[in-house]
């Protein structure tokens, strides 16, 4: 058993510290800075409470991005030196977001241990490599993202930060190989277990949903499926659910072996990034020629997904599912789809600039209902309240309270129950229900809410503010703004409200301010206005659409067509 002793070394504060809606990201290059990470690591320590972290067990993992490997080391050898009892490392550093969740609210350790936070390393969809992005965010005993008041007590810190401990003649512990290594230092012993990144993530996976017919529809010859890891992490868990637990062909995976650089790609499944996927898809440039009937990505972490339907050639149908619809879809089947809500649900949650779809869901099963600001972390607290089953964002986050984290692996299982579910009287030859046809369905039960968003990139920061601050003044005169647009633009109905959102988490009563401008119009459309939490560099600025069509005659227009009056609408008023 190697010892160790405990350095102290003398720091002086870094600026830019703040971690943003999802933890720390900042370029390689400014991670590697001498101090710059433990400088973070220890102002987080100092942010929680003594037992949180004396004698505790914390995880330690993330996507595999570039920097990962290197950043793991360190912190076992600053846990160690903090009293941290024992880390939990995914072998080679590999946790998917959702599994690190599923791990700490999970996992009990030989001894009968049970993590009490876990530090997660990933930049979620930002790319990765010596010249890309590294991200550090800190999760609390419930699994979920540290809460806001963790996050400024951390960012103070940083502001104040002189010192951090660290672990000397503490090697470096081999990643690769599951097992318990032993140490032992001035505060007594200090385990590091490396074990299988997957295993606790596909139990509990197994928990929820019924995979004896996800396999028998997977099998089926009737269908087939496709799934793109783009290089993040999901590759270390499709092989293990979808080959081996479900019977897919090895050929169904496309990019699942885990890279530090994701390949060189953007880990954003979207159908800008997810190049491969949209072509096998039968879209884009090279389109197959046979594509599979459901096709589905997860980013980075794998918590984010997209989920596409066959595309077909000739009739010209991309059938992408908009992530506010995945959600409202998944809430309106869970209960007949799902095992694990099969007694029902507690309620639903979307965040704000995420389309109603999910709303009309809510309102005709009777559900509670919650609006609440973009970031995960908010439906922690009506989860651990028991008030939210099923929650989504229009960031392609989709996920329930079997865990604190969106989960992109879960959304896809979710949607092959639901296709399970609606095919398991025609596997045998008859017609097979297809994505397309459940969100045509929905549709026309519901009504569609069309939907787009639109992204101004690499913004100057002061001239971000200076929009977002027009758009707040233009909201003391409602008539002005009408009566400008109706001279130029008929077919909008009136702008009948405007506010910028604020939230009242109903559970600990705490504000969340300035969290997007809205612009409500008579006909239930809304223009929303947003900066981007999760930049690296500048600012971005986000602009959603949206429109509700109840008639079913209409709910199958082209998106873009549909919206063009309110798109015209926008920029005639923003710039
Ligand atoms: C991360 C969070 C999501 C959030 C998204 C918003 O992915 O995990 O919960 O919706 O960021 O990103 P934005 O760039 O719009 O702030
Ligand atoms: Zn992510």
Same mark, same amino acid.
């Given at each position: 058993m190697a010892n160790f002793t405990v350095n102290r070394v003398v720091t002086s504060p870094i600026e830019g510290q703040k971690p943003g809606t999802s933890g720390l990201r900042k370029k390689v290059k400014v991670f590697t800075q001498p101090h710059y990470l433990h400088n973070f690591v220890q102002s987080t320590f100092n942010a929680l409470s003594a037992e949180k972290v004396k004698g505790s067990t914390l995880v330690v993992s993330g996507?595999?991005?570039?920097y990962s490997k290197d950043a793991i080391q360190i912190i076992i050898k600053m846990a160690a030196a903090n009293g941290v009892r024992r880390v939990w490392v995914g072998q080679n550093g590999l946790l998917s977001t959702p599994a690190v969740s599923a791990v700490v609210r999970e996992r009990v350790g030989a001894d009968g241990s049970k993590a009490n936070g876990a530090f997660i390393l990933t930049a979620s969809h930002n790319p990765g490599g010596p010249n890309e992005d590294f991200g550090i965010k800190y999760n609390m005993g419930n699994g979920g993202p540290a809460p806001e008041g963790i996050t400024d007590k951390i960012f103070e810190n940083t502001k104040t930060i002189k010192e951090y401990f660290i672990a000397e003649g503490l090697p470096d512990v081999d990643i690769s190989a599951i097992g318990v290594s032993n140490f032992s230092g001035p505060g007594g012993q200090f385990d590091v277990d490396v074990f299988d990144s997957a295993s606790d993530y596909v139990k509990l996976m197994k928990s929820i949903f019924d995979f004896q017919s996800i396999k028998k529809l997977i099998t089926s010859p009737q269908f087939s499926f496709c799934f793109d890891a /783009? #290089? !993040? $992490?999901?590759g270390a868990y499709a092989k293990r659910m &979808? $080959?081996?637990?479900? !019977?897919?062909?090895?050929?169904?995976? /496309?990019?699942c072996v885990p890279k530090e650089d994701f390949? !060189? =790609? #953007? *880990?954003? *499944?979207n159908l800008t990034y997810a190049k491969e996927l949209v072509a096998r898809m039968g /879209? =884009?440039?090279?389109?197959?020629?046979?594509? *599979?009937e459901f096709g589905a990505a997860a980013d980075g972490d794998a918590d984010r997904n997209m989920i596409l339907g066959k595309i077909l050639l000739d009739a010209n149908m991309k059938f992408f599912v908009t992530p506010s619809d995945s959600v409202a879809i998944i809430a309106a089947n869970a209960v007949q789809a799902i095992p694990y809500f099969s007694s029902g649900l507690k309620g639903v949650a979307r965040s704000m600039?995420?389309?109603a779809a999910l709303d009309v869901v809510a309102k005709s099963l009777n559900l509670k209902f919650f609006e609440v600001p973009t =970031?995960?972390? &908010?439906?922690g607290n009506l989860m651990d309240a028991g008030l939210c089953s099923i929650c989504g964002e229009e960031s392609f986050g989709t996920g329930s309270d079997h865990i604190r984290e969106k989960d992109g692996i879960w959304a896809v299982l979710a949607w092959l129950s639901i296709l399970a579910h609606k095919n398991k009287d025609n596997l045998d030859g008859g017609k097979l229900v297809t994505v397309e046809d459940i969100v045509k369905q929905h549709w026309a039960t &519901?009504?569609? #809410?069309y939907y787009t968003r639109y992204d101004y990139e690499n913004v100057d920061a002061g001239a971000a503010k200076e929009v977002m601050a027009h758009l707040v003044d233009l909201q003391s005169s409602i008539s002005g703004v009408n009566t400008t647009i109706k001279g130029i633009r008929s077919d909008v109905t009136d702008v009948i409200s405007a506010d910028e959102f604020e939230y009242k988490?109903? $559970?600990?009563?705490s504000v969340s301010k300035n969290q997007g401008i809205r612009y409500l119009f008579e006909d239930g459309s809304r223009l929303v206005f947003r900066l981007s !939490?999760? =930049?690296?560099?500048g600012a971005t600025i986000r602009l959603y659409i949206e429109q509700y069509e109840k008639d079913s005659s209409k709910t199958g227009r082209d998106s873009q067509e549909a919206l063009a009056p309110l798109v015209k609408y926008f920029y005639l008023f923003s710039f």
């Amino acid at each position: 058993m190697a010892n160790f002793t405990v350095n102290r070394v003398v720091t002086s504060p870094i600026e830019g510290q703040k971690p943003g809606t999802s933890g720390l990201r900042k370029k390689v290059k400014v991670f590697t800075q001498p101090h710059y990470l433990h400088n973070f690591v220890q102002s987080t320590f100092n942010a929680l409470s003594a037992e949180k972290v004396k004698g505790s067990t914390l995880v330690v993992s993330g996507d595999g991005r570039y920097y990962s490997k290197d950043a793991i080391q360190i912190i076992i050898k600053m846990a160690a030196a903090n009293g941290v009892r024992r880390v939990w490392v995914g072998q080679n550093g590999l946790l998917s977001t959702p599994a690190v969740s599923a791990v700490v609210r999970e996992r009990v350790g030989a001894d009968g241990s049970k993590a009490n936070g876990a530090f997660i390393l990933t930049a979620s969809h930002n790319p990765g490599g010596p010249n890309e992005d590294f991200g550090i965010k800190y999760n609390m005993g419930n699994g979920g993202p540290a809460p806001e008041g963790i996050t400024d007590k951390i960012f103070e810190n940083t502001k104040t930060i002189k010192e951090y401990f660290i672990a000397e003649g503490l090697p470096d512990v081999d990643i690769s190989a599951i097992g318990v290594s032993n140490f032992s230092g001035p505060g007594g012993q200090f385990d590091v277990d490396v074990f299988d990144s997957a295993s606790d993530y596909v139990k509990l996976m197994k928990s929820i949903f019924d995979f004896q017919s996800i396999k028998k529809l997977i099998t089926s010859p009737q269908f087939s499926f496709c799934f793109d890891a /783009l #290089h !993040g $992490v999901g590759g270390a868990y499709a092989k293990r659910m &979808f $080959v081996e637990e479900l !019977g897919a062909k090895e050929s169904s995976l /496309l990019n699942c072996v885990p890279k530090e650089d994701f390949g !060189g =790609g #953007h *880990p954003d *499944p979207n159908l800008t990034y997810a190049k491969e996927l949209v072509a096998r898809m039968g /879209l =884009g440039t090279n389109p197959d020629s046979n594509p *599979p009937e459901f096709g589905a990505a997860a980013d980075g972490d794998a918590d984010r997904n997209m989920i596409l339907g066959k595309i077909l050639l000739d009739a010209n149908m991309k059938f992408f599912v908009t992530p506010s619809d995945s959600v409202a879809i998944i809430a309106a089947n869970a209960v007949q789809a799902i095992p694990y809500f099969s007694s029902g649900l507690k309620g639903v949650a979307r965040s704000m600039p995420t389309s109603a779809a999910l709303d009309v869901v809510a309102k005709s099963l009777n559900l509670k209902f919650f609006e609440v600001p973009t =970031g995960w972390k &908010f439906f922690g607290n009506l989860m651990d309240a028991g008030l939210c089953s099923i929650c989504g964002e229009e960031s392609f986050g989709t996920g329930s309270d079997h865990i604190r984290e969106k989960d992109g692996i879960w959304a896809v299982l979710a949607w092959l129950s639901i296709l399970a579910h609606k095919n398991k009287d025609n596997l045998d030859g008859g017609k097979l229900v297809t994505v397309e046809d459940i969100v045509k369905q929905h549709w026309a039960t &519901f009504g569609r #809410h069309y939907y787009t968003r639109y992204d101004y990139e690499n913004v100057d920061a002061g001239a971000a503010k200076e929009v977002m601050a027009h758009l707040v003044d233009l909201q003391s005169s409602i008539s002005g703004v009408n009566t400008t647009i109706k001279g130029i633009r008929s077919d909008v109905t009136d702008v009948i409200s405007a506010d910028e959102f604020e939230y009242k988490d109903p $559970v600990d009563g705490s504000v969340s301010k300035n969290q997007g401008i809205r612009y409500l119009f008579e006909d239930g459309s809304r223009l929303v206005f947003r900066l981007s !939490g999760t =930049g690296s560099e500048g600012a971005t600025i986000r602009l959603y659409i949206e429109q509700y069509e109840k008639d079913s005659s209409k709910t199958g227009r082209d998106s873009q067509e549909a919206l063009a009056p309110l798109v015209k609408y926008f920029y005639l008023f923003s710039f």
